[in-house]
DNA sequence: GGTGCGATCGCCT
DNA sequence: GGCGATCGCACCG
């Protein structure tokens, strides 16, 4: 396959310094708007012409009277419950080192349990320097690379070595500093991304809100750089329509594998990879039912 | 649009 | 020593 060979980025552990990475349009103040399930499509597949960020749309008012940090509570819930509690409902914010503030909304997640769940680094009740942090307190950041190359964000949940690994998040604010993020890893002169590229994977979410390996052991209610914000434009009145398909990358830990503990926004442009079964079986049930 | 492939290194066996 | 909770790019249709 020769002819398929290319130059590769060198790529390195280290993150793009924030701030360089910052960029000044982002002081900016942001929009109100709400937009609805039903737009959503169209704002991310119409937002592909920001050429300097001075267009960039953000469609989101952080209020942080109305809504704090959640507080450690939130984390206390079993695993897979809290994998679904973070879906459509709570936003990562990320407060970069000159103020500014990155948020993005969960709308993918993947459950790992600990103890008898194979494909879990905590398998077996193994508790590792790299691990540690999943058997630490309800709310604990674990982050750990990947592929040499690559970072993973998780938090932590009730049970022991249990953890929710965040794998897609819809950007709502900060979108030209995480296209900086982003574009810093990139080929030179590689095509903008568009809004929905900025943090639809696992290690494509650490770049863009500048999660540094670092962050490992630190606890979502008290850190003063990153924390949970329960999202003020979620209508409780439409529940999410959530999608439960197997896991991602784990193909080879047998029946593990089959455990249906990802989830996502059924829907959701920023999800990264969409399940084609469950989206056939889901297509010929409303069919059926309508 | 989808698919195949290789980068790259920490971690665990 | 082998592999991985990924990603971006080139190629193909």
Redesign the pocket.
Known sequence: ?????????????EEAAPEKAINKHTNQTDLTLYVSPAELKNTFESSESVENGEAEHTHYFPNNDLHPRLDEDFFKQSCISLAKAFLGKQVLVRRCADGTELRGRIVET?A?LGGEDK??????G??????TA?FMKPGTI?V???????L???VSSEGEGA???L??LEPLQGQPTMRQL?AA????G??Q?KDK?LC????????ALNIP?CFDRRNLAADPEVWLEKDPNINPAEPHNIVSVP???????GEWAKKPWRFYLRGHPCV???N?EAERQYMSGNVMSN
């Open positions: 396959m020769a002819s398929r060979k290319r130059k590769m980025l060198p790529m390195t552990h993947e790992y494909a879990s680094h905590s398998a077996g193994r508790r590792t320097e790299r691990n999943m674990y750990y690379p990947i592929y040499g190359i690559y993973c964000m998780n953890a929710v690994l794998r897609s982003r890893r990139r080929k030179e590689a095509r991304l590229e639809n994977g696992p290690s494509k979410l650490c770049q390996r896991r991602i990358g784990i193909e080879s830990h990264s990879v969409v084609k």
